[in-house]
């Protein structure tokens, strides 16, 4: 149901199957050297530093080894099965972590203080599941998962601030896609970009991009979307004579009352009283 292991311990993996693996437990790794190659749908890592990776069941990874090479690794590993997590806090809540779903390249980087805090929660597991199991045993290690998992979520946020060259270089970039969808015929013949579609041409996933959105801006993927649909609706009610029918039309929506209510529903006021404002 649940197992620690230390990877500084396992000998050298050889012979490693080419396919693809799928796990059905729940797996957190913190590792400091991995000589090899991890894929996670078309992405792949180096492990050359202390990073700490999540995978949710039924998630599909690769792993890549040179020829005749071994596998070697240093670093913790945890691995947890659902059906411990029945009857627990953790059996809903943990599918709010939100970074189960992150890509393996958008792995979690942990300074020495933070490795070392997250193998002492590791250990602690490890030294509770090795006692004498009672009643209390599954709730104290439940407690200990729930704070491995709120430390990743403390530890990513600092990844988004820390990181702010990238992570406002990430913002720009996701102004520039919304800018130039708008300012052309995608929006009538597609309408509004979907959540995955921007992720993906950012070559990051919808779950990261989203969290990493909430810390620099308080807004998710689809808010900033919606807000780019409003600023041009604006911009067209405000500078132009088109009919409110056409705008509709023009930023993809088929029915003009969508349009107005979605616009309402943002701005408080319907598209005809927020033009008649500029009169």
Same mark, same amino acid.
């Given at each position: 149901?649940?197992?620690?292991?230390?990877?500084?311990?396992?000998?050298?993996?050889?012979?490693?199957?080419?396919?693809?693996?799928?796990?059905?437990?729940?797996?957190?790794?913190?590792?400091?050297?991995?000589?090899?190659?991890?894929?996670?749908?078309?992405?792949?890592?180096?492990?050359?530093?202390?990073?700490?990776?999540?995978?949710?069941?039924?998630?599909?990874?690769?792993?890549?080894?040179?020829?005749?090479?071994?596998?070697?690794?240093?670093?913790?590993?945890?691995?947890?099965?659902?059906?411990?997590?029945?009857?627990t806090?953790?059996?809903?809540?943990?599918k709010?972590?939100?970074?189960?779903?992150?890509?393996?390249?958008?792995?979690?980087?942990?300074?020495?203080?933070?490795?070392?805090?997250?193998?002492?929660?590791?250990?602690?597991?490890?030294?509770?599941?090795?006692?004498?199991?009672?009643?209390?045993?599954?709730?104290?290690?439940?407690?200990?998962?729930?704070?491995?998992?709120?430390?990743?979520?403390?530890?990513?946020?600092?990844?988004?601030? /820390?990181?702010?060259?990238?992570?406002?270089?990430?913002?720009?970039?996701?102004?520039?896609?919304?800018t130039?969808?708008?300012?052309?015929?995608?929006?009538?013949?597609?309408?509004?970009?979907?959540?995955?579609?921007?992720?993906?041409?950012?070559?990051?996933?919808?779950n990261?991009?989203?969290?990493?959105?909430?810390?620099?801006?308080?807004?998710?993927?689809?808010?900033?979307?919606?807000?780019?649909?409003?600023?041009?609706?604006?911009?067209?009610?405000s /500078? /132009?004579?088109?009919?409110?029918?056409?705008?509709?039309?023009?930023?993809?929506?088929?029915?003009?009352?969508?349009?107005?209510?979605?616009?309402? /529903?943002?701005?408080?006021?319907?598209?005809?009283?927020?033009?008649?404002?500029?009169?």
């Amino acid at each position: 149901m649940i197992s620690v292991i230390n990877l500084d311990t396992v000998k050298g993996v050889q012979n490693i199957d080419e396919g693809s693996l799928v796990f059905d437990f729940y797996c957190i790794a913190l590792k400091r050297y991995f000589n090899a190659k991890i894929k996670y749908g078309q992405q792949e890592y180096d492990f050359d530093e202390g990073i700490m990776s999540f995978m949710a069941p039924g998630q599909v990874f690769r792993i890549e080894l040179e020829k005749d090479a071994t596998l070697k690794q240093t670093g913790w590993m945890l691995l947890i099965h659902p059906d411990f997590l029945w009857n627990t806090s953790l059996a809903k809540t943990i599918k709010q972590y939100e970074y189960f779903d992150y890509s393996v390249n958008e792995a979690l980087f942990l300074s020495d203080k933070e490795e070392t805090t997250i193998a002492g929660i590791m250990q602690s597991i490890q030294q509770e599941y090795h006692s004498n199991i009672d009643k209390f045993s599954q709730n104290i290690i439940i407690a200990q998962i729930e704070l491995l998992l709120n430390y990743g979520e403390r530890f990513y946020n600092r990844q988004f601030i /820390t990181r702010k060259i990238t992570s406002h270089q990430m913002l720009a970039r996701l102004e520039e896609l919304l800018t130039a969808w708008f300012n052309s015929d995608e929006i009538v013949k597609n309408g509004l970009p979907s959540v995955a579609h921007v992720a993906k041409t950012l070559n990051v996933s919808p779950n990261y991009l989203s969290s990493l959105l909430k810390v620099l801006t308080g807004q998710n993927t689809q808010q900033h979307i919606h807000n780019k649909l409003i600023e041009k609706a604006k911009e067209k009610l405000s /500078t /132009t004579a088109l009919s409110v029918s056409e705008i509709a039309y023009e930023l993809g929506f088929e029915h003009p009352q969508s349009f107005s209510k979605f616009f309402k /529903t943002k701005t408080r006021l319907s598209p005809l009283e927020f033009r008649q404002s500029f009169n």
